[in-house]
Structure formats: structure tokens, C-alpha cells
């Protein structure tokens, strides 16, 4: 089976898990809320990286789907979050309205709660991971998604709203609202694999670097049918690495990520495979 084919199967597999943890939401308001948001059309990149890992490792993925999934439930409880109106105030996202459009603010707020939480749970039920391997998953998960990590991101991301920020500044802004959950996707990858987990740690900053880059020009160069969600960067007058530093400048500092990934990956031998086929698709992704 060539890479293509194994990644576009990984992806099945995390679409058909996400499918089965829906089911267990049960009925009424707030698990139709919450599968919305999260069953939605995705790329599914975290999930991916997390599951890509493990196999260039040569350990099998579909034992640890469940954990990946988790990963992808604390990023769907991110943006439902992120789109509401005392945040970023978004009405689209993934092609169709947010979940606070669809539904409303409270049930939305709601939803991105149980969704976080309910993303323990279902790593903590990941049998694949022996006791040890699976308290360090809760904490890095944990640590990649709160306050020192994610959520402290977001935080900064609203303030510079108000403030003037620095390039440098900017950067902390992205490595922690980005680049933490898409570090700890990988380092849950390494982790499952019995491997060191620094270097794709490491790795996984640039890549979520990269992200964030790559959506800032999205939001500078896009439209919003193509790119499917609102396009809100310059109405709120965020800073972002295309107003601090302009396109062409944006798009050099893009190339130097691309060009540091490519340097940890000889690191880590990965020069094919899965993973090499989803990270080559990241750099050339639209949207």
C-alpha cells in the first residue's frame, strides 16, 4: 500500500472513531451541538500527525485512534470557542455557520465545554497505552491545551487586539495558540511509540509555526467561499505576520519554516512514508 493510500485510510479510520464518540454524546440539544461541531468537514491534522508518528515509528496506528481523536476534540472545542461573539466573533466555519449561529451562544459555549472535557475521558480509555504512558498523555495534552499553552494563546491573541505587539511577540502568540496542540499531537505519536519526545516537540512547533503562517496569508489573500470560514483578521485589526511584516516578507519567513522542518525531518530519518506524505501535503495546502 503506497503512503497515499495508507494516510487516506488513517484518515477513515479517525472519521469512522469520531463517528462512534459522537454516538456516545446521546440525544437532546447539546449533543447535536456538539457533534456539529466536531463530525463537520476537517482536514484532520492533528489526528493525523498524532497516528503518522507511530507508523514511521513501525508500530501500528489503529490501537491508538481513540487518543488521536482526543486531540481533535480539544481543537474542535477550540474554534467553537474561538468563532464566538466575545472572541473572534465569526459566523463560518468549515463551509457553514458556527455553532453559535447554528444553535446559539450559550449552547455553543456549552458544547466547547463538554467537548474539552469529554476529550480526557476518551484518552484516558485509550487501553493502548500501558498506566505511566497514558498519565503522560493526559499531561501533555493538558498542559498543550490551558494556560500555559493554548487557552493562554488565545488570551494574548484578544489583548493584542488593543495593543501594538512586536514581531517577536507575535511569534510566542502563534507558537502557543498554534503551535502547542500541534507539538502535542506529535509528542503523543512519540509517546505511543517509546520514542524521544523533544525532537517532535521541536518538530512540532514549526509545523503548527508554518500553520499559522499559512492561514495568515489565507486570511490576507483568500476568499471566503474558497477557504470556507470568516475572514475576520483585518476587520478586528489583528496583528498578524501579514501586517507586521507585510506579504513578501510573510511568505520568506514561510520558506525559512518549510526549510527548518525539512532539517528536522533529515534528523529524524522520516524522508518518506505517511508522515512525509502529510507534511508535504500541509506545505501545499489552500485552505
Not at 497505552?129 to 493538558?142: C, E, M, N, R, S
Not at 499559522?212 to 467561499?225: K, M, P, R
Not at 483585518?234 to 526549510?259: C, I, N, P
Request: net charge negative; proline share 2%.
Amino acid at each position: 500500500m503506497d503512503s497515499m493510500t495508507r494516510l487516506t485510510a488513517l484518515k477513515a479510520s479517525v472519521d469512522v472513531m469520531l463517528q462512534t464518540l459522537g454516538k456516545g454524546f446521546g440525544d437532546g440539544r447539546l449533543a447535536d451541538a456538539m457533534r456539529y461541531a466536531l463530525l463537520g468537514e476537517g482536514k484532520r491534522v492533528r489526528p493525523l500527525l498524532t497516528l503518522s508518528v507511530i507508523d514511521h515509528a513501525g508500530v501500528d496506528p489503529a490501537p491508538f485512534v481513540s487518543m488521536a481523536c482526543a486531540v481533535e476534540m480539544v481543537h474542535a472545542y477550540s474554534l467553537v470557542h474561538d468563532d464566538l461573539p466575545a472572541m473572534d466573533d465569526d459566523t463560518l466555519r468549515r463551509g457553514r455557520p458556527t455553532v453559535h449561529v447554528a444553535f446559539d451562544e450559550a449552547t455553543a459555549i456549552l458544547a466547547g465545554d463538554a467537548l474539552l472535557t469529554d476529550a480526557f475521558s476518551v484518552l484516558s480509555a485509550c487501553d493502548a497505552l500501558d498506566a505511566a504512558a497514558k498519565t503522560k498523555a493526559v499531561q501533555t495534552l493538558a498542559l498543550a491545551a490551558g494556560s500555559s499553552g493554548m487557552v493562554k494563546g488565545q488570551m494574548l491573541d484578544l489583548w493584542q487586539e488593543k495593543t501594538e505587539i512586536e514581531a517577536a511577540d507575535l511569534m510566542h502568540v502563534h507558537a502557543l495558540k498554534t503551535g502547542y496542540l500541534i507539538a502535542a499531537a506529535m509528542k503523543l505519536g512519540a509517546l505511543a511509540a517509546d520514542m524521544d519526545l523533544a525532537s517532535w516537540d521541536r518538530l512540532g512547533f514549526l509545523v503548527g509555526r508554518s500553520f499559522q503562517i499559512q492561514d495568515d496569508l489565507f486570511d490576507a489573500e483568500g476568499d471566503e467561499t474558497t477557504i470556507g470560514k470568516s475572514l475576520s483578521d483585518a476587520k478586528r485589526k489583528k496583528r498578524t505576520m501579514v501586517s507586521v511584516h507585510g506579504l513578501r516578507k510573510t511568505k520568506s519567513v514561510l520558506l525559512e519554516t518549510f526549510d527548518a522542518i525539512d532539517d528536522m525531518l533529515d534528523t529524524l530519518n522520516v524522508s518518506h512514508g505517511v508522515l512525509s506524505t502529510l507534511l508535504d501535503q500541509l506545505k501545499s495546502r489552500q485552505k
